[in-house]
């Protein structure tokens, strides 16, 4: 694991995990008894569908981060993206005056932050590797830095 950026796998590993909780969670709301039904409260059945669903993208966004495959950083734009789309409608139906939990507006305002942060780490990590893929950003900064001071 030589010349791996620790912010990229933590990152993976946050998606990930985050994803498998996800799952877990939106599985026994969507698809449990009787008790687990109620114990969302009045919960939003699209942001419900929605973060189960995503759950699974989020598990192969961190996977791929953490083979440092390129479509991993669009994935995780794609999920930044529809989760914002997301709290926006779900901005919408708050404003409906339309019943919800208030654990929504935390967990929706979590993923946004999350993957905001994800994409961020992840974006670096695309730069770095356009840039040079053997070395890291301030690997070649160090190098025109080294360049620009023999020429002059």
Excluded: C
């Amino acid at each position: 694991m030589a010349g791996r950026r620790w912010d990229l796998i933590i990152a993976a590993g946050v998606a990930t995990v985050f994803g498998l909780l996800t799952i877990a969670a939106g599985g026994r709301a969507l698809f449990g008894g009787v008790e687990a039904r109620a114990a969302v409260g009045d919960a939003v059945p699209f942001v419900l569908w929605f973060n189960f669903l995503a759950g699974f993208f989020y598990v192969l966004a961190g996977v791929g981060l953490f083979a440092r495959q390129s479509w991993a950083a669009r994935l995780s734009i794609a999920i930044l993206f529809a989760t914002i789309l997301v709290m926006l409608a779900f901005a919408g139906h708050l404003l409906l005056g339309r019943a919800y939990e208030m654990r929504t507006v935390g967990a929706m305002s979590l993923r946004t932050v999350g993957w905001g942060i994800i994409v961020g780490v992840a974006i670096r990590e695309a730069l770095d590797e356009a840039i040079d893929p053997e070395l890291s950003l301030d690997d070649d900064l160090a190098h025109l830095n080294s360049e620009i001071d023999s020429k002059g």
